[in-house]
């Protein structure tokens, strides 16, 4: 398994959680990686994106100024750190790689298998 996310669950509105993407080591070091959530019915939504090795992270705006995304570069382990949840929040949320911080969300190589968030 190559990338497996932790973290999920449930808080409420105003609240915040952590998210952890354990990598495997190769994936960590040569790949662009991603916070992707899902809502079921609709489009995936990238989070935020980073170069683990030169972490200068990007968001979307829908969750700029409210998540961080940090890596411990020693445990091959990208976070995120969300603050301010409100229930448009509510999805599964995906650890994803590629090796192109630029490539449509949909054609990214790597995935985990996802951890839910839900915001009530």
């Known amino acids: 398994v190559q990338l497996v996310e932790s973290g999920g669950g449930s808080v409420q509105a105003g609240g915040s959680l952590t998210l952890s993407c354990a990598a495997d080591?190769?994936?960590?070091?040569?790949?662009?990686m991603a916070w992707v959530r899902q809502v079921p019915g609709k489009e995936r939504e990238k989070v935020g994106h980073v170069w683990p090795l030169n972490p200068r992270p990007s968001y979307s705006e829908t969750v700029m100024g409210r998540f961080t995304i940090d890596v411990d570069i020693s445990n091959y382990t990208m976070f995120l750190r969300m603050k301010g949840l409100s229930p448009g929040d509510t999805a599964t949320y995906y650890c994803?790689?590629?090796?192109?911080?630029?490539?449509?969300?949909?054609?990214?190589?790597?995935w985990g298998q996802g951890t839910q968030v839900t915001v009530s």
């Open positions: 994803a790689a590629d090796p192109y911080c630029s490539n449509p969300v949909n054609k990214w190589r790597y």
């Open positions: 080591g190769r994936i960590f070091s040569n790949n662009c």
